[in-house]
């Protein structure tokens, strides 16, 4: 069901700064009725299916999408300005998720199955029949990402996780890429048609964040939200959901500057090298990853020198990329207009040689200046990054416990430093969702163990993951049945197993 009939939403070709031909009717409020209506309809047929069932659904999506081939494609290039070869990874990305999520849902673990059998001896008082699982929510809003065209859009991550969990999804399209939007959310009906689902199972809108985002998160109907944006963006919706008469369960991602930690003996045993890494980090896909390394710390001395150094020279080589959307190029240049005034500069990439190309920039800051001023700390969505100059290790731990919640923070060091790296752990892991050493932070590995997630304003929720096979668990509630007959049990929960799911039985974990 693709609906629409209002103002226009049209792409523009950010590497030419021309509109893409076709403009895709707004929705309205009556639009967001229609979805919520189908959606609801839908939601205990669809909740219902078969672990099979919907683990092929989930399949049949990413054949379809790569059916798409380079129609896809070019389409994506077009609308974002991404090079062909990650959005060909990321069409493999994306279709990877879905089959991870269809294992997933096959191996059933996310039902959660606890047993507490009855125990009518017991004294002073006998124990009923007690048998919990975990069903969908209900209908999900989703917000597509700018910066994910495939991999956090239509059949992104959250839609995946959703579908899974047994939960309808509306997307609302980011109104830079509708193209790619459309051509996915076909791709995705004609699955919910081929598997014989009922329509309401996914619906695609087109329209303005303001009239159909709002009036979708606030749609009685809408049980929770998965979002991926900025920071207003994402405050708005879950001031919104909260604000509802049933407050709802937002899942937004919205900004984090993933400090990078060069301790003494890792920075003074190699600072060019980290420097290379750090540039190609900063660097990548514009620097317009969530996880993008915009703040180093490090204390003060040569071996940091040598870093920035180093990073200093290797940045006039880097070329100016082309940026997601004018909008996004226009925030980039604010933001590093910001870090200009506030910060000194240690170098800049080439200068631009197209519309909407952001030049990389390096700043560098003393740790006092960094306290003291919170425009320092502020996302610079684009490959900009901020070298905090510490005095001495209290200071860093001092800059660590000054900032917001983070996605990531990365450790690089040497055995000489796990001491220093110790002490400052109980502080990074009240800050992060991901902690890593010796690697950079961009490229989020889609797997079982990932926390794409973090405390505000990283995310809304810090309770959860938005990408990997457990974010399913945020489109889930527990449901407990007490003394049922067995026929009247779901099968997950009945006393002969027959999905034989490792359940949690009278206090044992099942073979
Ligand atoms: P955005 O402006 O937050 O938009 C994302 C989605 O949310 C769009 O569909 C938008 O609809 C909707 N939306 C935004 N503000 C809203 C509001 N107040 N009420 C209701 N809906 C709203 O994000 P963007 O366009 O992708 O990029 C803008 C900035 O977001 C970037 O410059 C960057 O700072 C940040 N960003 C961060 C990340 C990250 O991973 N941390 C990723 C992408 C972007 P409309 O288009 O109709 O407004």
Same mark, same amino acid.
């Given at each position: ?38 959606? !609801?309809?839908?939601?205990? *047929? ?58 997933? %849902?096959?191996?059933?673990? !996310? ?89 309401? %199972? ?77 540039? *190609? ?9 969530? *996880? ?43 933001? =590093? ?58 200071? =860093? ?42 690697? !950079?932070?961009?490229? %989020? ?5 990932? %926390? ?8 809304? &929720?810090?309770?959860? *993951? ?19 007959? &067995? ?25």
């Amino acid at each position: 069901a693709i609906l629409g009939h209002r103002e226009a939403i049209q792409a523009i070709n950010p590497a030419t700064d021309l509109p893409l031909a076709p403009a895709y009717p707004g929705g309205d409020g009556e639009h967001v009725d229609q979805a919520c209506a189908l959606a !609801w309809a839908a939601f205990d *047929t669809y909740r219902d299916t078969s672990l099979a069932v919907r683990a092929t659904f989930l399949e049949a999506i990413a054949d379809n999408i790569e059916a798409l081939g380079d129609e896809l494609i070019e389409r994506a290039v077009a609308e974002t300005g991404l090079p062909r070869a990650r959005i060909l990874g990321e069409r493999g990305r994306t279709c990877g998720q879905l089959r991870t999520f269809a294992r997933t %849902v096959r191996a059933g673990e !996310w039902l959660d199955v606890r047993v507490d059998t009855a125990q009518p001896a017991r004294q002073p008082l006998p124990r009923a029949d007690l048998r919990q699982r975990h069903i969908a929510l209900g209908p999900v809003a989703v917000f597509g990402a700018s910066n994910f065209p495939l991999a956090f859009s239509v059949a992104g991550g959250d839609t995946a996780s959703a579908l899974a969990a047994g939960c309808p999804v509306i997307v609302k399209a980011h109104g830079a890429h509708p193209g790619t939007s459309e051509l996915v959310g076909r791709a995705l009906a004609k699955a919910v048609k081929d598997c014989g689902l009922p329509d309401g %199972v996914f619906s695609l809108l087109y329209g303005s964040g303001r009239e159909v985002g709002i009036a979708l998160v606030t749609d009685p109907r809408i049980k929770a939200v998965g979002f991926t944006g900025s920071r207003s963006g994402g405050i708005a919706l879950t001031q919104a959901a909260q604000a509802r008469p049933e407050p709802i369960p937002v899942y937004a991602e919205m900004s984090s500057i993933n400090p990078v930690y060069l301790f003494p003996a890792a920075l003074h045993a190699r600072a060019e090298a980290l420097a290379q890494g750090f540039v *190609t980090s900063l660097t990548q896909g514009a620097g317009q990853f969530c *996880t993008n390394p915009g703040l180093v710390i490090a204390v003060a001395g040569p071996a940091l020198e040598r870093f920035v150094a180093t990073a200093s020279e290797l940045l006039p080589a880097c070329a100016a990329q082309t940026m997601l959307t004018p909008g996004i190029f226009q925030a980039y240049e604010a933001g =590093v207009g910001s870090l200009t005034e506030h910060a000194q500069i240690a170098a800049k990439g080439m200068a631009a040689q197209g519309p909407n190309q952001g030049q990389a920039q390096l700043f560098v800051a003393q740790a006092s200046a960094f306290l003291s001023n919170e425009h320092l700390q502020a996302e610079v969505f684009g490959a900009a990054s901020l070298v905090v100059v510490c005095a001495d290790d209290e200071q =860093v731990r001092q800059v660590s416990e000054h900032l917001e919640g983070q996605l990531t923070a990365t450790l690089h060091l040497d055995d000489a430093d796990l001491a220093r790296a110790q002490a400052l752990l109980p502080v990074l892991e009240r800050k992060a969702g991901r902690l890593l050493v010796n690697g !950079w932070p961009t490229g %989020v590995e889609v797997c079982d163990a990932m %926390v794409h997630g973090g405390p505000f304003p990283a995310t809304s &929720d810090s309770r959860s *993951t938005s990408v990997g096979t457990a974010a399913i668990l945020r489109f889930l509630r527990p449901v407990c049945y007490q003394d049922f007959p &067995d026929s009247l049990l779901p099968a997950a929960l009945q006393h002969a197993n027959p999905l034989r799911l490792r359940r949690l039985f009278d206090g044992q974990r099942e073979a």
